[in-house]
């Protein structure tokens, strides 16, 4: 079922092809601008696996079609007829062909070729953590590929969400399935770092905003939520709203990665070297970006807060589920 009332259907009848569009934030930008009245055409490595998306608009309103960000080729296919090009792509964990240089540079640095070669505007999505000097390689490859994206692309926008938190986060729910099985929570770096979480609907309209026409062209905008949390803070309020107590145990980053090197390899394992360097540095929206409105408010976006959001999902972590009664 659409989430569009049926007495409102769109007028807007220009095509956005949205790369990456199956993954967390991809079905929310999906909803975003379909509901905005853009026809979508969402570009995957696996069409058959995102049928999921079409119910998101009205029928034959959102399009799934097959495209590989490493393949030029497929990328100008998936690009012809369109009014506007978004790029989602990314990988938090490398696996396979899936490098990080691979889809964060190279990826990012064909889509803005194709884009700018057709004339198109470009929304990018990358990361606060995006920093050439990032201790870790996921960091460096943002960079690199928001330098790639603008050298071959100069008017495209690009999009740095801090931590994105929402139903299908792999962040709040991946730590509240660990409390559900273990006694202790392991505070990485002694859970200094600092996030400013920003919900994945708010990060979705401002990449609607944008296609709309409303960021500066050239621009690199830092999406953060209302409120500034350490990682400790972060695992207490978890806590908190699934009702459960455990004990918080700071772990020194330099435990931390050799634990992780040696279970990073193991499916599905809670943490890799990689993401263990990147609690090494803060994920905020900067000074700069503040003042000079880059942020979601210079977007015309709310900003949602945490208490807001996290009761509507982790709920299911609680014992007694939505009928527990929690202690504040």
């Known amino acids: 079922m659409s989430d569009v009332a049926v007495t409102d259907r769109p007028v807007n009848d220009s095509l956005v092809t949205v790369f990456g569009g199956s993954g967390f934030l991809g079905r929310h930008v999906v909803r975003a601008l379909a509901q905005r009245g853009y026809r979508v055409r969402v570009a995957v490595r696996r069409p058959e696996l995102a049928g999921f998306l079409q119910p998101l608009g009205y029928v034959g309103q959102v399009q799934v079609v097959q495209a590989n960000v ?33 889809v964060h540079v190279t990826g990012a640095r064909t889509v803005a070729n194709v884009a700018a070669k057709a004339g198109l505007p470009l929304v990018h999505v990358s990361a606060i953590g995006a920093d050439k000097g990032s201790p870790s390689g996921y960091g460096r490859s943002k960079a690199d590929g928001e330098e790639a994206v603008h050298a071959a692309h100069g008017a495209a926008v690009i999009l740095r969400p801090s931590l994105v938190f929402g ?162």
């Open 70 to 102: 490493r393949f030029p080729e497929s990328v100008e296919r998936a690009v012809a007829g369109a009014s506007a090009v978004v790029n989602l792509v990314g990988v938090l964990v490398e696996s396979g062909r899936q490098r990080y240089d691979a």
């Open 167 to 328: 139903q299908e986060d792999m962040f709040f729910n991946r730590f509240a399935a660990m409390a559900q099985l273990s006694p202790v929570l392991p505070l990485i770096g002694g859970g200094v770092t600092r996030f400013q979480p920003v919900f994945v609907g708010d990060v979705a309209l401002a990449v609607a905003r944008a296609v709309d026409g409303k960021a500066k062209p050239g621009a690199i905008y830092e999406l953060g939520g209302p409120e500034v949390r350490t990682f400790r803070e972060l695992m207490e309020l978890m806590l908190r709203e699934i009702g459960a107590k455990k004990l918080l145990l700071p772990v020194p980053f330099g435990l931390a990665s050799l634990i992780a090197g040696l279970t990073q390899w193991i499916p599905g394992a809670p943490l890799t070297t990689d993401q263990v360097a990147m609690l090494k540095a803060d994920n905020v929206v900067s000074a700069t970006a503040v003042s000079e409105e880059r942020t979601l408010a210079g977007l015309g976006v709310m900003a949602t807060a945490l208490r807001v959001e996290l009761p509507t999902y982790l709920w299911r972590f609680r014992k007694a589920g939505q009928f527990t009664q929690l202690e504040f």
